[in-house]
């Protein structure tokens, strides 16, 4: 299920434009979900089991609008702001950089939950309220702010 409820920032030849994202996946073995800011400008969604998820893109035209744009987020940083919300912990199951540290995006730039398969660790892993920004690297200026919401079932 996807929420669009955050209003589009402009800038001068285009625009960091993201809405909220709401996302998860199940499986009988370890289930994996999670959010991939790309390079091009792009977002994908990552399902699948064990390690290995495959992403496909959601949001069309976000992060941002003219995308794909090769080597636009050499110029934009992302970074996980908080975690308010999460069960059973507030700890993402993999992240591209600590929470509250800004990352460029100049590669794919991943956060995720996992759900371990077997009889490790809980059946659901869940990341429900997150607040993540996006600025610009040379003015630090936060273009956009909205929440990511990720959930994986082991069944």
Request: glycine fraction near 10%; aromatic fraction near 8%.
């Amino acid at each position: 299920m996807l929420q669009f409820l955050v209003p589009v920032v402009a800038l001068s030849g285009g625009r960091v434009a993201v809405t909220n994202i709401t996302e998860s996946h199940s499986d009988i073995n370890t289930a994996e979900c999670g959010i991939r800011f790309n390079a091009d400008g792009s977002i994908e969604v990552g399902k699948g089991t064990g390690f290995s998820p495959v992403y496909t893109s959601i949001h069309p035209r976000e992060w941002w609008t003219k995308e794909p744009a090769t080597g636009i987020g050499n110029n934009y940083q992302v970074r996980c702001a908080s975690v308010t919300t999460g069960s059973p912990d507030l700890l993402w199951s993999d992240q591209a950089a600590a929470i509250g540290t800004y990352i460029t995006m100049s590669a794919g730039r991943v956060w995720t939950v996992r759900a371990q398969g077997g009889k490790i660790g809980p059946n659901t892993k869940s990341i429900t309220v997150s607040s993540f920004q996006i600025r610009n690297l040379t003015s630090l200026l936060v273009m956009d702010t909205f929440n990511i919401s990720v959930t994986a079932i082991r069944t």
